[in-house]
T-cell receptor
Framework: DTGVSQNPRHKITKRGQNVTFRCDPISEHNRLYWYRQTLGQGPEFLTYFQNEAQLEKSRLLSDRFSAERPKGSFSTLEIQRTEQGDSAMYLC??????????????FGPGTRLLVL | AQRVTQPEKLLSVFKGAPVELKCNYSYSGSPELFWYVQYSRQRLQLLLRHISRESIKGFTADLNKGETSFHLKKPFAQEEDSAMYYCALLSNSGGSNYKLTFGKGTLLTVNP
């Protein structure tokens, strides 16, 4: 499968614990995005990387959240001191980085987080 | 700030009937709009984008800037069209951000 992959697919944790998710984009895609989706809502933008540079962070991304993309390849999203409100599906997407208009974001299967 | 509104959470039609999924947007710049679809147990995937002016799986969508709408239409719905549909707007602020803003989605059910 050459699509976007995410690990783990499911994560159950206790409140206060730290969790880390990984996203492997489609090779040669230089843009990588993280979104969060809660029940009954569409995906909401969290942050975005152009190669290894994190260029935009949503206000949704509190200081407990940190994302990295070392070497411009895979990315990790870490949530520290998890809260029940962090329970959601975390989606990763990647795109080639063409001129806007022919830009397609390809989504991974997501990581479903449940904070008890 | 940009916003995408999908007024219908649920839409149910019979096979062979026309279907229209509504999408309205609010954006100060020049909008680029997309429809994404999520079939049961599958990942979110692009269905079509307004710039391409294409028909995918019989679906079309026309951008109406006057009404700020981008409704998705299909003249004859099929059972395999049953899925969650999301309208999304691509914001490009100065060429440095390509985030998508999604609506809440419409669950389409096509009954036999």
């Amino acid at each position: 499968d050459t699509g976007v992959s995410q690990n783990p697919r499911h994560k159950i944790t206790k409140r206060g614990q730290n969790v880390t998710f990984r996203c492997d984009p489609i090779s040669e895609h230089n843009r990588l995005y993280w979104y969060r989706q809660t029940l009954g809502q569409g995906p909401e933008f969290l942050t975005y990387f152009q190669n290894e540079a994190q260029l935009e962070k949503s206000r949704l991304l509190s200081d407990r959240f940190s994302a990295e993309r070392p070497k411009g390849s895979f990315s990790t999203l870490e949530i520290q001191r998890t809260e029940q409100g962090d329970s959601a599906m975390y989606l990763c997407a990647s795109s080639l980085g063409r001129t806007s208009g022919r830009e397609t974001q390809y989504f991974g299967p997501g990581t479903r987080l449940l904070v008890l | 700030a940009q916003r995408v509104t999908q007024p219908e959470k649920l839409l149910s039609v019979f096979k062979g009937a026309p279907v229209e999924l509504k999408c309205n947007y609010s954006y100060s710049g020049s909008p680029e709009l997309f429809w994404y679809v999520q079939y049961s147990r599958q990942r979110l995937q692009l269905l079509l984008r307004h710039i391409s002016r294409e028909s995918i799986k019989g679906f079309t969508a026309d951008l109406n800037k006057g009404e700020t709408s981008f409704h998705l239409k299909k003249p004859f719905a099929q059972e395999e069209d049953s899925a969650m549909y999301y309208c999304a707007l691509l914001s490009n602020s100065g060429g440095s951000n390509y985030k998508l803003t999604f609506g809440k989605g419409t669950l389409l059910t096509v009954n036999p």
